[in-house]
């Protein structure tokens, strides 16, 4: 079996249309998404609708489609994720909204042996940054291989003997997943990467070959960016997208 693994699209229409369009990342038996749909970006609407157009998909909620669900609060946000919640909340039509309520917080525990969370396996709000928070992450992961977002950083953390460590990951990195080792693997994001590479990053899994591979592509970043400083959403929105930051 053959599993896309991408998160984090907020909104980012251009990036996410430009993901559909290649064909390794579409050629697969089954779509998991780690949550975030929304967010930050211009297009909340018609980044759901296409969203919704895709078959054979698995997906949980990430924090930012709960607040703009209007399940929860944007108080603990930072300023400018809270006004781009408020703002895509006005935006989102009733029935949007509606598909965003309806997603299930994760995490998911998908054909029995892939774990997909949208910050960790424990609290769908916590950030996996160090091992230190990835060990906490492992302890409640019932399947050998698990997949977060929420950082927006592609990494790979892994425990073997009970001793945790990390992948170092360059472009197009594939790697062969050993029997004996746990993983916790985190695909980058499609709508806004912060790991100081403005492309967006997905991950490819061969349950079969037993690979993963990590994937990213352009897209027309100026024109997203025009988008948003044309709908009067923070700058830094903009221009982040540029610095991958
Ligand atoms: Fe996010």
């Not at 929304?38 to 054979?56: D, M, Q, R, S, W």
């Not at 997603?103 to 940054?129: A, L, M, N, Q, W």
């Not at 993963?212 to 044309?230: A, L, N, S």
Request: proline fraction near 5%.
């Amino acid at each position: 079996m053959k599993y896309l693994i991408f998160s984090d699209i907020h909104s980012n229409l251009e990036a996410f249309e430009k993901l559909l369009s290649i064909k390794k990342a579409t050629e697969v038996d089954k779509y998991l998404f780690l949550g975030d749909l929304v967010g930050y970006g211009a297009n909340p609407n018609e980044t759901i609708e296409l969203f919704k157009t895709i078959n054979k998909s698995h997906y949980i909620r990430g924090n930012h489609d709960k607040v703009i669900a209007d399940l929860e609060s944007s108080s603990l946000f930072n300023p400018v994720a809270a006004f781009s919640a408020e703002w895509s909340k006005i935006q989102t039509s009733k029935e949007n909204q509606e598909f965003l309520k309806n997603i299930k917080r994760g995490p998911e525990i998908v054909d029995h042996f892939i774990t997909i969370c949208h910050g960790s396996t424990f609290d769908e709000d916590y950030y996996v940054f160090s091992m230190f928070e990835a060990v906490e992450s492992f302890k409640f992961m019932e399947t050998q291989v698990g997949f977060f977002g929420h950082t927006h950083f592609p990494i790979i953390y892994l425990l073997r003997n009970d001793k945790i460590d990390i992948v170092p990951l360059s472009k197009n990195i594939k790697i062969k997943l050993d029997p004996n080792t746990r993983y916790l693997i985190n695909p980058g994001s499609i709508g806004q990467p912060r790991d100081k590479d403005p492309d967006p990053s997905f991950v490819i899994f061969d349950s079969t070959r037993k690979e993963v591979h990590f994937q990213r592509f352009p897209y027309d970043i100026k024109k997203t960016q025009r988008k948003i400083r044309e709908v009067g959403l923070p700058e830094i929105l903009s221009s982040r997208l540029e610095s991958g930051i």
